[in-house]
């Protein structure tokens, strides 16, 4: 079965075949230069970028699968959340091209992307599992009993662990995107010379918060502790923090398998002690770690048996919970 | 045989055509969930199974910009799924089409603005006398009959649309005024 996946959901575009469960072809066209000198993603160039390339992209990765577009067997594209006039254009591209194939149509959660991909390399893991989703936009902690069934367990109550490495950084003088930054000069620091407490100490739930941390490094700073043991103990403390929640979770769930996406993912610390806690970790292959289009193929894989009651008739949506649907 | 199905979602109407027929119902927004159901009663209706279809046109507008991706969007991937070509025609035109003579084109948007263009319609043909351009709405000289918040015609979208796909095919870029 091949899946023509379709995620425009920011700021790139991004078109995946997906074979049978694999990856065949993952083609992104980033837009990061052109958003970079405005500090930001502007929603309308994003959109009017999606637009000019999406077709070409499609005609690409068929070409490279040596496909037509009459052997695809199903559409997939992200629904949400996101920016809406992005999502928009991969969003409704996937139903025209759905309907004149007279394909199914699948919706598909942005989230769900991320998790899927990171099975990839991993076909023989089945749910139950959990799934932890940390970047710079969402720190998510799954539990998925099912294909396509999600229990949130628990979210940040502030900051995205990844905004928290990004805001740290910055008030260590560090550069975009801080996470690499801080683990980097936190090689060099000892964690030990600071005083900086750990988040949420005593909650029962799976909550996440990181905005504290944030402060507390700016305090370290102002009382002239060394850049470098202020970033060892925020990356401890950190870590940490997110290790505990999922640990506490795998130990309530009776789950030992955990999905681990989001650039925070790339944490080398956080790898280790996730895996000294003797959880059974899956990331997500390097391709498939940022937004890309496979990963919405990926998923619509899993869950395309999900029956959804006219998928075409589903708007898209800018803000959208997994847990819902 | 050619047959173009046109698509047009730059006004608050989405436009549905073919050489002989149009649908052309008022949404203001959800053009993109609307869009699908009302394809397919329009083929129904006209008898035209998508297999029939030899080309798309849909409308650059100026219009929207989220609203004329959708057509776009919608185009271009009914085209690549059908493999035929595509071919953007411009909304304005498709209005003043439902007319003859001088005929100035109005569409407003919001807070007194609009998106204006003149034309000269002899027949089927039509001439560009004023490019579509952003205005105030109460500083318009118009020429000719006036026609304000009309949408495009069905039929015109698909007779632009042929001559499009020969001279453009391929050129979808909205009109972004
Ligand atoms: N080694 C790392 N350690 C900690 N955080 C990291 C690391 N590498 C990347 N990050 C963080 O991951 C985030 C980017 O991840 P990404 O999945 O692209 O998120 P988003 O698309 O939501 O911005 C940034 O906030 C960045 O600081
Ligand atoms: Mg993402």
Known sequence: MWILGIDTSCDDTGV?????????????????????RYGGVVPELASREHIQLIDGL?????????????????????????????????????????????????????????????????????????????????????????????????????????????????????????????ERLAGQGDPGKVPLAAPLQGQEGFAFSFSGLKTAVARALEKGYAPADIAARFQQVAVGHIVQVVTRAARHTGLSTVLVTGGVAQNTPLKAQLQAAGLRLMFPPRGLATDNGAMIALAAWRTHTRNLHNPMALPAAAYLPLDAG | ???????????????????HAERAIRLERRHAEVLWPELEAFLQQTGVSLKELTGIAV????????????????????????????????????????????????????????YAACYVVEGSQVQVTQPPHRARFDEVV?????????PPSGQALAALGLAALKARPGQVEPLYL
């Not at chain 1, 995946?16 to 970079?36: F, M, P, Y």
């Not at chain 1, 949400?80 to 139903?95: E, F, H, Q, S, W």
């Not at chain 1, 309907?99 to 959660?109: D, N, T």
């Not at chain 2, 071919?87 to 109005?106: C, M, S, Y």
């Open chain 1, 58 to 182: 499609v005609q690409q990765a068929l070409d490279e699968a040596g496909l037509k577009a009459a052997d695809l067997d199903l559409i997939a594209a992200t629904r949400g959340p996101g920016l809406i006039g992005a999502l928009l254009v991969g969003y409704t591209y996937g139903k025209g091209l759905a309907f004149a194939l007279g394909r199914p149509f699948v919706p598909v959660h942005h989230l769900e992307g991320h998790i899927y991909a990171a099975l990839a390399e991993h076909p023989e893991v089945e749910p139950p599992f959990l799934a932890l989703i940390a970047s710079g936009g969402h720190t998510h902690l799954f539990e998925v009993p099912a294909w396509g069934t999600y229990r949130l367990l628990g979210a940040t109550l502030d900051d995205a662990a990844g905004e928290a490495f990004d805001k740290a950084a910055r008030l260590l003088g560090l550069g975009y995107p801080g996470g690499p930054e801080i």
């Open chain 1, 16 to 36: 995946g075949l997906v074979r049978d469960g694999a990856v065949v072809v993952n083609r992104v066209a980033s837009q990061t230069l052109l958003h970079q």
């Open chain 2, 142 to 150: 118009p020429t000719g009959l006036l026609t304000i918040d009309e």
């Open chain 2, 59 to 114: 409308g650059r507008g100026p219009g929207s910009y989220t609203g004329l991706r959708v057509g776009i969007a919608a185009g271009l991937g009914l085209a690549r799924g059908l493999g035929i070509p595509v071919a953007g025609v411009e909304t304005l035109e498709a209005v003043a089409l439902r007319h003859q003579g001088p005929v100035t084109v109005i569409q407003r948007t919001r807070n007194a603005l609009c």
């Open chain 2, 1 to 19: 045989m050619v047959l173009v199905l046109a698509i047009d979602t730059a006004t608050p109407y989405l436009v549905l055509g073919l050489p």
